[in-house]
């Protein structure tokens, strides 16, 4: 009985999310792939490990495509200026799961431009210096915060070679269901795992980059996109000697 | 003759207390949100009242871990089905009041009523946020 119940629940609820999805949509946000949204069952394993490709060579100067739309998806953008804060301070303390970067080979002057996040280490420094074990390393390689346990301690920031976590300063107005942030945490790029665990494919970044610099994909599956590619030609680890085997490579630095 | 004045006052008892456990379960589940709909919630009434915090507990180690988001008992779930609309067609924060009729909301009716803080929406948004994908 409670089965059918439960059952009959399931099939509204589909149907009212469907029916919303139908009239929600707006210029600029993709409602219907939730309708398609196939909720992970199974726990995450190590047969996966995800990571970026970022091609600097095809990363135009002065492009932020990248940072906008990881922004705007994961609700960085909802975050509004702290009164009295000054305008060089908010853009120095903000938190940014992508920050574009310039750097430069002192031999040759050669500048390349490029998306920096969470790096996605095999062997994470934030996840050795963690005291409460808030940030951990999926199975599947992805390098989170889990907030519940987060006291702000802001270890691994220190911890992280890459810069790549942001603090929460202040308290949050506004923040979307899938990417909840609160004061007192740390946070960073989770490669959208609300798409991992609901079955939609690549990451915010990949979709926002207009020149596809970013290619997203499986690490351990040898026939992806991204590990053929990877096979094909040569790419770096970003700071290789500290051999924390980073899930984000690059290619033209 | 005692025995039977005994079972009316039991009988009368149990009448009074189904009639007052009915008008509760109507006060707190708010009209308008896709909850009032429905039967029941995800397990029976009672034992979401006493163990709800325990399911959401579970989940968000599971979820946050494992990744498994397909469970019953997952916070925006919560939100998503108890929800309710002013009359503009604008989402109410489930832990809030409503401005207009000074109702306290899902969550807030009884926590506020039991004197037990709510932390989840310090983090958690209490209306449902769509973004992107």
Redesign the interface.
Known sequence: MSDN??QN?RD??SV?SKAAAAT?IAPG???Q??AHAK??????SDENRYGLLIDTTKCADGCSDCVT?CE????LDMLLKPKGASDESWERQRPRWIRTVKVKDRLSGHVSSLPLMCQHCEHPPCVDVCPTGAS?R???GIV?V???TCIGCRYCMMACPYKARSFIHE??Q??????????G?VESCNL??H????D?AGT?CQ?ACQHGAILFGDLNDPNSEISQALKERNHTQLRADLKLNTGVRYRGI | MVNTITRLILIAALVFSAAVSGADRKNSVIEGSKAAELDACVAPTALMRREHFKFIEHQRDITVHQGIRDTDHSLSGCVDCHVAKDTHGKHLPIDGLNPETAEKQFCAGCHEYSGVQLDCFSCHTNVPVTTGK
């Open positions: 119940f439960d629940r509204f609820v009212a929600l946000v993709l409602l792939s939730v909720p992970r069952s199974e726990p995450v739309g705007k998806e994961n609700g951990f999926r199975a599947d989170m889990d907030r519940h308290n949050v506004l923040r979307p269901t899938v990417a909840p942030r609160g004061k945490c959208c795992v798409r991992r665990d609901n939609v915010a979709d």
